[in-house]
């Protein structure tokens, strides 16, 4: 009998080479597509922004990759809203995409983006900051203010003139609470060779007695929010009613202490003198809008808060 061994042994060989072809499975290509993306911008500072506007800021995703790229959703709120929201990205092709900043209060916003996609190089974010202001400072004040004091060689952000820039509503606001810019204004020292008109000084008080806000003076006034910006920015001045060396023995620097003074009545009281113009002394009458300020601070039992 012949030896059948080898024909069998081939015969098994030829069996899984034709069952391994018909399956089809083997001949279906790899799939070697990427997916990539590359943002222009991974932050954006908005700056200063009127309540009553908007501001726009742009940047573009690249898809860095040889698949097709879907964007499926970038965070949004009532404040920053990204458009469009969603989109699909050929290989090597690059999206437009705008981000809006609608401020409805005066205050600081931040929010950080993300992006979700099929990309696999890294979760992608964009960090955006702003800030909203009333349009009474956006329209009138900083117009002020930047012709005048935040010039070139001045308070800009580069020359900083006695450390003190006043290019943004925060650093603008600073200046009048902290660095007395009003009584520079008062004095004639400020600005620096030239001068304010008298609008633009009514302009500036009106912002003031508002406590930096939209220009209206509020009706009930309390002492920490209207009242001792009106004090120290007129009247606790150096050499003046101050804590250091109090006009004759007038100290105006705490709350206790010009409550004090403001409770008594009379054309020689605190109030009197200031509703005649003795007070403050060297400098000019307040304004009656201040005076009524401080009138319905009195009439309304000297609110501290």
């Known amino acids: 009998m012949k030896n059948l061994l080898p024909h069998l042994v081939a015969t098994a060989f030829l069996f899984v080479i034709s069952a391994c072809s018909s399956s089809g499975g083997s001949d279906e290509p790899i799939d070697t597509s990427t997916f990539s993306i590359d943002l222009s911008a991974t932050s954006f500072d908005f700056g200063d922004v009127a309540t009553d506007g908007t501001g726009t800021e742009n940047f573009t995703i690249s898809n860095t990759g040889t698949g097709s790229i879907s964007i499926t959703g970038m965070t949004s709120s009532s404040n920053f809203t990204v458009n469009p929201s969603t989109s699909t990205i050929a290989a090597g092709t690059s999206k437009s995409f705008s981000i809006t900043f609608s401020p409805d209060a005066q205050k600081a916003f931040s929010q950080t983006i993300a992006v979700s996609s099929n990309a696999t190089n890294g ?47 925060l650093e603008s ?96 009281s605190a109030i009197g003198r200031i509703e005649s113009g003795n007070m403050p002394q060297g400098g000019s009458k307040l304004s009656q809008t201040k005076i009524d300020l401080i009138k319905s601070w009195i009439a309304g039992g000297f609110s501290e808060q």
């Open 123 to 169: 979760s992608k974010t964009i960090a955006l900051t702003g800030y909203g202001v009333e349009p009474f400072y956006e329209n009138i004040i900083a117009p002020i203010v930047a012709n005048n004091c935040s010039t070139t060689g001045c308070h800009s952000t580069a020359s900083k003139s006695g450390g003190i820039a006043m290019t943004t509503f």
């Open 173 to 268: 606001k600073n200046a009048f609470v902290t660095d007395k810019a009003w009584d520079e204004i008062q004095s004639g020292r400020m600005p620096k060779g030239g001068s304010l008109t008298t609008t633009q000084k009514d302009e500036l008080l009106k912002w003031i007695e508002s406590n930096y806000t939209d220009g209206i003076v509020p009706v009930s006034a309390s002492y920490q929010t209207d009242i001792a910006p009106i004090i120290n920015q007129s009247c606790a001045t150096t050499a003046c009613h101050d804590s250091n060396s109090p006009k004759a023995g007038l100290d105006l620097s705490t709350y206790a202490f010009v409550k004090t003074a403001f409770t008594a009545t009379g054309t020689s």
